[in-house]
Every structure is written in C-alpha cells, then in structure tokens.
Nanobody
C-alpha cells in the first residue's frame, strides 16, 4: 500500500525546534523527490522545502531559509524536516509529499501533522 506517514508535530515556544519525520512505504523511495508543504490556518498550502531523488539537491522557501533543513535517509525510507528558530508564523499543518515525474509517474501525500508555535 502506497503511503506516507508523518509524525513529530506539536506545540513549541517561539525560538524552539522540532523535527518532523515522514516514513514512506509501498514504492521505491530512492526514485522520488520528497517535499514538505504547509497550510497555515485559513490559508492555502505552500511549498516549504524539497530534496531531489538524485544528488540530494535541496530547495527552500525564502521564509524558512537558514532555519529549516530537509533531509532523507534512504535506508529508513524516511524524510525529515528539522525546524529551528521557530516563529508564530510557522504555525500550520505540515504535509509530506513524494513525487516522481518520470514514468511511472507517482504522487503521494501524507495525512499532515500540526505544528503550533506559541508562548
């Protein structure tokens, strides 16, 4: 069964840190790009960070550059989002995404994990 399962969200104070995890199953993890998206309350979903399948190239939204780090462990079929120096505006539901653009195409979403940054 093709799926992504996120974990690690929660409540954290401003300036704090959290690490989100996304475990993949049912497909070949090394062939997909992994991304984290987020959806703040009352707003649309936005791309936070991506790591490619080949070369591990990373791309970040300007709002999180220097604070967030995306990584992947091929042996564990897991992607991570390390979030440091968290701000209240980082409050959102965070979603993991797997995407393969070459054939056979594939796109999978996780169920989301909530992150709340508040004192």
């Amino acid at each position: 069964q093709v799926q992504l399962v996120e974990s690690g969200g929660g409540l954290v104070q401003p300036g704090g840190s959290l690490t989100l995890s996304c475990v993949a199953s049912g497909f070949t993890f090394s062939t997909v790009a992994m991304s984290w998206y987020r959806q703040p309350p009352g707003k649309g979903r936005e791309l936070v960070a991506t790591i490619t399948s080949v070369g591990g190239i990373t791309v970040y939204a300007d709002s999180v550059k220097g604070r967030f780090t995306i990584s992947r462990d091929m042996a564990k079929n897991t992607a991570y989002l390390q979030m440091n120096s968290l701000k209240p505006e980082d409050t959102a539901v965070y979603y993991c995404n797997a995407k393969r653009t070459r054939l056979p195409r594939l796109e999978v979403w996780g169920q989301g994990t909530p992150v709340t940054v508040s004192s």
